[in-house]
T-cell receptor, first 114, second 111 residues
Framework: EPEVTQTPSHQVTQMGQEVILRCVPISNHLYFYWYRQILGQKVEFLVSFYNNEISEKSEIFDDQFSVERPDGSNFTLKIRSTKLEDSAMYFC????????????FGEGSRLTVL | GEDVEQSLFLSVREGDSSVINCTYTDSSSTYLYWYKQEPGAGLQLLTYIFSNMDMKQDQRLTVLLNKKDKHLSLRIADTQTGDSAIYFCARGSSNTGKLIFGQGTTLQVKP
């Protein structure tokens, strides 16, 4: 069964460092997302990406965050200067498109900012 | 209040049925989802229902949707210890696929 894959599974970084989280969405899907889950809290939407551009972003997704689909298969989330409060599980998801509800998540990348 | 609300905790005995409830406020949602999250793991899509349906059954899982009351439920028949997890309800749109999640319901299954 096709799946969304994410790397790394866990990253530890120092405050102020840049982090790039990587995702390979399902190949025939059209929409890509990043969500985050702070430990013990609910899953929150960060950003959606369609047709090579951001289609929607939440207020969490400030100027420190950026997304890119550099090569047609990878979908990356960059955090420019990490803060302690960026520590969370980051989930990538991909969605097939209209007329179907299939939205699949990756296993997540746990980011720990020290 | 929250857009998508769930009760936080449910405890059942192995073999019993579990019913996890969810309410939402936005009637424009096209799809409603149930995801399962085991400790330290990702979000596993269990099932989803299109908003013009009342019920969907998939093996031990039954989803009921009351669109008038904006109430969604997930029934797990013959609950097993392996069903112990956090269950997230989410609403979404077919146009964008963006999901709004509830807080999650922790299901504890006692042997």
């Amino acid at each position: 069964e096709p799946e969304v894959t994410q790397t790394p599974s866990h990253q530890v970084t120092q405050m102020g460092q840049e982090v790039i989280l990587r995702c390979v969405p399902i190949s025939n899907h059209l929409y890509f997302y990043w969500y985050r889950q702070i430990l013990g809290q609910k899953v929150e939407f960060l950003v959606s990406f369609y047709n090579n551009e951001i289609s929607e972003k939440s207020e969490i997704f400030d100027d420190q965050f950026s997304v890119e689909r550099p090569d047609g298969s990878n979908f990356t989330l960059k955090i420019r200067s990490t803060k302690l409060e960026d520590s969370a599980m980051y989930f990538c998801a991909s969605f097939k498109g209209t007329n179907t509800g299939e939205l699949f998540f990756g296993e997540g990348s746990r980011l720990t900012v020290l | 209040g929250e857009d998508v609300e769930q009760s936080l905790f449910l405890s059942v005995r192995e073999g019993d049925s579990s019913v996890i409830n969810c309410t939402y406020t936005d009637s424009s949602s096209t799809y409603l989802y149930w995801y399962k999250q085991e400790p330290g793991a990702g979000l596993q899509l269990l099932t989803y229902i299109f908003s013009n349906m009342d019920m969907k059954q998939d093996q031990r899982l039954t989803v009921l949707l009351n669109k008038k009351d904006k109430h969604l439920s997930l029934r797990i028949a013959d609950t097993q210890t392996g069903d112990s997890a956090i269950y997230f309800c989410a609403r979404g749109s077919s146009n964008t696929g963006k999901l709004i999640f509830g807080q999650g319901t922790t299901l504890q299954v006692k042997p």
